[in-house]
């Protein structure tokens, strides 16, 4: 990945990228997120609940104008896909993401760099409303990768959180701990 590729986050149209988003959702490497078995009509129809809630965004990153990532930001005391509604840990100014890397095409080799250049374009994405006050997260407490970005990132783990479906590690970045952290360093998109 050239260091002065251009990274964009635009909004997803689910149903006219649904290949590569079932590809992607169902993955082995996206087992966290949770759609491993689904069919492509069930992972559209899953998107086009998200795509009716106006407290949820889905968002497709591109590399070079090339779909690399998916990004979703909700409110997470409003969206009805918010598994922490109602937590007290959650506050004014709150946005919630979650972020998936495409992975590689064809049995290629990972691009050392790329998902921390995704990620930091994700929570450049994510503070650039100043509205937003800190950044949510809700990762499976197992997934020992997402918990060393999120800390790298500024995230803090605010308590264990029992889900339908995992124990979440609730997490939270203020614009300041993101700002201070080391991948709020990493090369702009």
Known sequence: MSPDATVALLPLHHRDHAEELHAWVTHPRAVYWQMQGLTRDEVVAAYDDLAADPHHHCWLGHLDGVPAFLVETYDPARSAASEVRGRPEL??????MHVLVA??????????GFTRRCFAATMRH??????????????????AAIARLNAEAGFTVVGLVPLATKVAALSTATREAWLASPLSRQEPA
């Open 91 to 96: 506050a004014d100014g709150d946005l919630g």
């Open 103 to 112: 992975p590689p095409a064809d049995g290629a080799d990972p691009v050392p």
């Open 126 to 143: 994510c503070f650039a409303d100043p509205a937003v006050r800190r950044v949510v997260v809700e990762p499976d407490a197992r997934n």
